[in-house]
């Protein structure tokens, strides 16, 4: 399902509301939440609301599990890790236990932090299918999302949990769940703003099926939800394209 918000600002509010009662629902089905965050600069807003009133109180914090989808071979503190950002504008401000926020090791050789990140998984769901309660993704330009880039080997990856895939143009590591795993969420968000997006979004949405050139396309929870929350702004195109 598509919605659309007037601004950057609707739209973060509304992915909070939404996040919040993916939260206490899970809670009070299954005793925890399990939020997987993306990196990228759209869900910034909506991390700060999250740390803001209301949400920091009537957040489950203590019942909530931290993970990432991806996360880029940088040092913790460098500004290019996923999990820098969203530990400085939320996990730093909020009652989170710390051993409930489970990094990607991103300094460790790749194949290792892959598969160090995978055990964590496996103990986290303890033999049960790895259905994460919420998965919040975005959208590159080029139709990539959570690491997985155009063209790239890590799309057909069937047997792994998580997976280490380089990109050349970025000259970068970088660890990610793969997509089966991502496919038993039970609700995965994207965020979607701004005119630059616009054209691979409609692409994404409504252009033909080539999920090698546009890996947003291979995002289909297989029993879950599927919500793409988008601004004006990015969803010029695809207006257009219902419009006829
Ligand atoms: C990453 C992200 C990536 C991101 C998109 C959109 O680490 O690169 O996980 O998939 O979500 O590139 O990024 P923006 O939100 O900055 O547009």
Not at 4 to 33: C, H, M, N, P, W
């Amino acid at each position: 399902m598509v919605k659309i918000y007037k601004d950057l600002e609707e739209l973060s509010r509304a992915a909070a509301r939404i996040l919040l009662e993916a939260a206490q629902s899970a809670v009070k089905t299954r005793g925890k939440f399990s939020l997987v965050l993306s990196g990228g600069n759209t869900p910034r807003r909506l991390y700060e609301l999250l740390a803001e009133e209301p949400y920091r109180a009537q957040m489950p914090w203590s019942k909530t599990h931290v993970f990432w989808g991806d996360e880029r071979c940088v040092p913790a503190d460098d500004e290019r890790n996923n999990a820098h950002m969203a530990r400085k504008i939320l996990l730093d401000q909020v009652p989170i236990p710390d051993e409930q926020i489970h990094t990607i090791a991103s300094t460790l050789p790749p194949l290792k932090a892959a598969e160090e990140y995978q055990n964590t998984l496996k103990d986290y769901f303890r033999g049960l299918s790895p259905a994460f309660d919420f998965v919040l993704l975005g959208l590159g330009e080029n139709g990539h999302t959570a690491s997985l880039f155009p063209e790239s080997a890590v799309l057909d990856e069937k047997r792994y949990w998580v997976s280490q895939v380089y990109v050349p143009n970025l000259k970068m590591w970088r660890l990610k769940s793969t997509i089966p795993i991502l496919n038993q969420a039970r609700k995965i968000v994207f965020l979607i703003d701004g005119a630059s997006k616009a054209g691979v979004l409609s692409q994404v949405l409504h252009g033909t099926r080539r999920p090698k050139q546009l890996p947003a396309q291979l995002i289909q929870p297989q029993n879950g939800d599927l919500l793409w929350l988008v601004d004006q702004a990015a969803a010029s195109q695809i207006q257009k394209d219902t419009e006829g």
